[in-house]
């Protein structure tokens, strides 16, 4: 760069800070100094003219309508400047096409014709968007006197450069009407790939504004930032993970959204609608007298999130279609009674359960809940299965099959063959215990609680929590079935062993007793499996005889043919023995077992 121009630069850099240093617009001289250093780099990446890009960088704000009487105003004070500056008049008319054709204008701007007025458009725009995008335009929204956002103030789709000048808008409505545009209005390809990642930024932020805006409101259908008011269904997920599916699978209906009714209702006390508060501290208290202190404010931001969305929602799902997404879970089945019984008499809900239509479309596929299924597959069972409204009927069904469940007053329930059933809260111990015998956490010998646990989820069709298991390991623990070493704090911090019992058999607890009769089933299935293995064993060897064996005569042969038999035999007449007394014991362990049960404390 010649020492004239970097006089210039340099003349410029002082003639815009004391333009700009004091504007609260979001058009500050920090605003000029970003979109200077891109414009330099990006005019050395596309081979332009760097001063012409520097220069009108530090301009181009300066000239602005926003921040002059007029735009013609402020295209004469940058003229003058850049005379008295002593600019050649060539670099002048660049300068000043530049700066006086870079403008958004409602989207109604001029083309650029030159390489370096594309390149300090493109710079401007980055700085328009990304995080930083985001802070100046609720700092211009504040400097202009514009809300943050109203729901009531519409969207502009289509503006002249006045309209987009003078009329009315919000910070908020300014991401759709500019922002999110500006990434396909890049002119470089440079500047097309930084803009990506910033348009990423401007997508979340509006996904995360529109959520928070959703909290508590019982009008956010009306109100969206996002869908304003053009909602045509709603789908229902009773968890995040399908609710991440089916945004997924959406993604091409912007009229579909997701609203996810969390808190699996598996577990704790049933909520009772009618009296919310005082069944939400109930609920909360059984949780925090039970489960590990781990994670306990995760637990009740979880169980306050999804208190926000029961309270506020069902009402507004009254206005609208919606399918709600129910598979062969507990706690999915238990979200659509509950659901039901807090829209009565909806005139267009529908029920897909896609892991029975999974099922019966893929015999050989199966799923514990729509939780584990992909996005692609939930599309499949969209595209394939019919959606049939649930009639008057069949929701008056669900609503009293939910309140049967309140009635019950349980804690715990599955679902049994299709129904859902309240059980004791010792309903997995067994399996706890097993998972223990199987694992070899025995005879003094330890297992971390978390593979316990991991070992009980994943071996069964549960969908209960692994909170609620390691609640249960540490009842185990309390009532003497397990004992454990390390720190009780959280499942990963300790590790677990069957106790045998060493009190009198009268003295034993219910935990304790179950832990005999596990291990006492666990040795006579085994013992069972090894009499049946070994019975088809010994019938081939019944077969076989030393002439079978194809050896050719000889005096060798002769001798060996003559002890393999030999050994056959005395074989076939000691087994027979001793199949006898393993079928005895397993008698004796089937008594043992009635005995155990019969004299044992019913729950």
Known sequence: MKSTHSQIIQQAQDFTRSVLEQDSSGHDWWHILRVTRIARILAYLEDANVYICELSALLHDVADEKLNESKEAGYERVQHWL????????????????????????????????????????????????????????????????????????????????????????????????????????????????????????????QLFDKEWAMGNEAYLHE???????????????????????????????????VTLGDNLMVGPLPKDHDFSRSFSTRNKWFQERYSIAYADDRKLTMLQAAFDWLTWPQQLKEVPCLVWAGDSASEQLGLRRLLSLIPDHLDVRLVNATSIHRQQDPNSWYRGTFEMTSDKLQNVLDTAEQVPLSPQDQAGYRADWQRLVNDDGFLRVLQAGVLRTVPESYYDAGILQAAYRLEARHGFFKKSARIIGEVIGMGDLTVSDSFIEYRVRHLIQKGALTYNGELTAMRNYSVSLVDASTPEEQWSNEQRLAKAVKVKTLLHELMEINHVERGLMEEIRQLDAESLGLSVSFNQEALKSSIQSQIDGLLSSYQHHQEQRVSLMGSLERLLTQIDETGPKE
Request: proline share 3%.
């Open 83 to 206: 005379k008295q500056a002593g600019v050649e008049a060539s670099d002048q008319e660049l300068v000043l096409e530049i700066i006086s054709t870079m403008s958004f204008s409602g989207g109604t701007g001029s083309a650029m014709r030159t390489l370096e007025g594309r390149i300090v458009q493109d710079a401007d725009r980055l700085d328009a968007i990304g995080v930083i995008g985001i802070a100046r335009t609720f700092a211009y929204s504040g400097w202009k006197g514009q809300s943050m956002y109203d729901p009531f103030i519409p969207l502009r789709e289509h503006m002249t450069r006045e309209e987009y000048r003078k009329g009315q808008s919000t910070a908020i409505n300014h991401f759709y009407e500019k922002l999110l545009k500006l990434k396909d209005k890049m002119n470089t390809e440079s500047a097309r790939l930084l803009a990506d990642g910033k348009h990423q930024s401007l997508e979340l932020f509006l």
């Open 224 to 258: 969206s930032p996002m869908h304003r008011r053009n909602v045509s269904r709603v789908h229902i997920a009773f968890d995040d993970s399908t609710a991440g599916s089916l945004k997924m699978m959406l993604r091409s209906k912007p009229g579909e959204i997701v």
